[in-house]
């Protein structure tokens, strides 16, 4: 089992910046790939982000790229989002995610994902 619990939220002006993170524990060498994906109401999950746990290789979603990075910190076990311009459009709650397998060039789909944190919600003010 793999458990995960993001902090960061809040609330912030558009422009401003925000740092998610998500420190993972329980059988983390089981993990080969972490994802950020975050859920407005109404809408569906969305993905946002992934790394790689061992590589480091890093995917955006285009409407996040080049304002937002992923990154992780294997000593410590924690994966981090930094949501830098933040839009009107961003606000959601923002979920972390474990894939334990490889999933290739799927690691945008939810449904790929095992284990699943509680969320964080962001919130942006205009």
Known sequence: QVQLVESGGG???AGGS???SCPVSGRTFSIYTMGWFRQ?????REFVAA???SAGSSYYANSVKGRFTI???NAKNTVYLQMNSLKP???AVYYCAADRDYSGSYYYSHYE???WGQGTQVTVSS
Do not use: F, H, N, T
């Open 11 to 13: 609330l912030v002006q």
């Open 89 to 91: 459009e961003d606000p």
């Open 71 to 73: 990154s992780r910190d």
């Open 40 to 44: 407005a109401p109404g809408k569906e």
């Open 113 to 115: 994902y095992d284990y």
């Open 51 to 53: 790394i790689r746990w």
């Open 18 to 20: 925000l740092r998610l």
